[in-house]
């Protein structure tokens, strides 16, 4: 198939755009709040209200079915699959394996964002006071907090090798932050609306934020300088991601 047409309908594909994918079969009951894909062709959602299914990608079968909660609506999976945070004014931790809670906290503001870093071994949680935190997932380390934006927190990623933070907030600015120190180290402005998903390139050095202004950003994470805007998008942008390999 020319690389000019879409494997959905025919049509010439935005420029840039290298390929729309069809429907992959995967058939949930709720709307999605969480997806995570693994390394062995296996993906992981979770959906309203508070499922997680396990998929095998190649050709949609369903590999297992928990039923976790009905209260949390923000969600997110670690890399591995093994780990499922749920945020709202209490912060739960689970094991998709068993679909035992494995950890829960109440929390002194509201949970608007989560992240785990690409190894499980920490997790971000960010709130709507403007406040972050990083849980230590393993040893015996205490939590570290601070407020890092003046709004309610909306998206947030960890660099690939867990030493940054990206956090975006409702005040429409993105922020990169040293995890060991909390310190910020850079500041990225552009969108003018809710941003709503943020990504890191596997070499660390590129960003690529998106949201409801139906834009997505690619930055230069080293220089908080801005590379290319993709406008080509008719509706909200809801999620970004880079290809295992950075070349999609």
């Excluded at 390929?19 to 079969?25: A, C, E, K, S, V």
């Amino acid at each position: 198939m020319p690389a000019s047409q879409s494997v959905t309908a025919g049509r010439p594909l935005p420029q840039a755009v290298v390929r729309i994918f069809g429907d992959l079969h995967l058939r949930t009951d709720g709307a999605i709040l969480g997806l995570a894909a693994g390394q062995d062709g296996a993906c992981w959602t979770i959906e309203a209200p508070g499922t997680l299914r396990h998929w095998r990608l190649e050709n949609g079968s369903q590999l297992g079915t928990l039923t976790l909660s009905d209260v949390e609506v923000l969600w997110a999976i670690d890399r591995q699959g093994r780990l499922l945070a749920a945020g709202s004014d209490d912060l739960s931790i689970w094991d998709t394996a068993t679909g035992k809670m494995l950890f829960t906290r109440h929390q002194p503001s509201w949970i608007s964002a989560l992240a785990f870093d690409s190894a499980g071994a920490l997790l971000a949680t960010g709130h709507d006071d403007g406040q972050i935190s990083i849980w230590p997932l393993r040893g015996d380390e205490g939590v570290e907090s601070w407020p890092a934006h003046e709004e309610p927190l909306s998206a947030m990623a960890f660099s690939p090798d867990g030493t940054h933070l990206a956090t975006a907030s409702e005040d429409r600015s993105i922020r990169i932050w040293d995890v060991r120190t909390g310190r910020m180290v850079r500041q990225l402005s552009g969108h003018t609306d809710r941003i709503q998903a943020l990504a890191w390139h596997p070499t660390g050095r590129i960003l690529v934020s998106a949201g409801w202004d139906t834009m997505a950003r690619v930055w230069d994470a080293t220089t908080g300088e801005p590379i290319i805007l993709l406008n080509g998008h008719g509706e909200v942008v809801s999620a970004v991601a880079f290809s295992p390999n950075g070349k999609l």
